[in-house]
């Protein structure tokens, strides 16, 4: 049973450039949360998602972030436009139902903006 | 107010070492508790969950004071191989992290 897999590891972006994060869950899991983490700080929460639905986005930027978890395939965070700023390591969690359930985390794809 | 606050230390230890972390968390709301750990530039790892009636697992203890909203690690007989940061997690419908507590420990 494979883990949490996040592709690409390391993603460079040039500014202004689209940066594409994808998630894939451990089988059977059917939530997924991504999470931002900048060097020498917390994780800082983006968006949870379920199949299909946005269940809370309440750490995404307003512009130029958005999220998606569709039926079929991975899940997606894309960057519009990339800045300086946005270069972090992007972490994507997976859970199953209900609220005490553990979650798991892939390596992460750390985003280098140049 | 952060939802879950932590301090952020680092905590200094010498080998086996007790060292205790706490955890305070504002969202009463909050239903479940777990503790992870954070390598550097790794992903976190799940540690243990909490429970209101305490969790032990080998050398690390969890426990949750829903009363006083605060969760608690304990590590005995520390290793070098502790040295981490270990951060607190609350679930209130999201997993909600705080920034992490760094541990060093010494030989």
């Known amino acids: 049973n494979a883990g949490v897999m996040q592709n690409p590891r390391h993603l460079v972006r040039r500014r202004g450039q689209e940066a594409r994060l994808r998630c894939s869950p451990m089988k059977g899991h059917s939530h997924v949360y991504w999470y931002r983490q900048l060097p020498e700080e917390g994780l800082k929460f983006m968006v949870y998602l379920q199949k299909e639905n946005i269940i809370d986005e309440s750490g995404m930027p307003k512009e130029r972030f958005s999220a998606e978890f569709p039926k079929e395939g991975p899940s997606i965070l894309r960057i519009q436009q990339v800045v300086r700023g946005d270069s972090a390591a992007y972490f994507c969690?997976?859970?199953?139902?209900?609220?005490?359930?553990?979650?798991?985390f892939g390596q992460g794809t750390r985003l280098t903006v140049v | 107010r952060k939802e879950v606050e932590q301090d952020p230390g680092p905590f200094n230890v010498p080998e086996g070492a007790t060292v205790a972390f706490n955890c305070t968390y504002s969202n009463s709301a909050s239903q479940s508790f777990f503790w992870y750990r954070q390598d550097c530039r790794k992903e976190p790892k799940l540690l243990m969950s909490v429970y209101s009636s305490g969790n032990e697992d080998g050398r690390f203890t969890a426990q949750l004071n829903r009363a006083s909203q605060y969760i608690s690690l304990l590590i005995r007989d520390s290793k070098l191989s502790d040295s981490a940061t270990y951060l607190c997690v609350g679930n209130t419908g999201k997993l909600i992290f705080g920034q992490g507590t760094t541990l060093q420990v010494k030989p």
């Open positions: 969690a997976s859970s199953g139902t209900g609220s005490g359930t553990e979650a798991f």
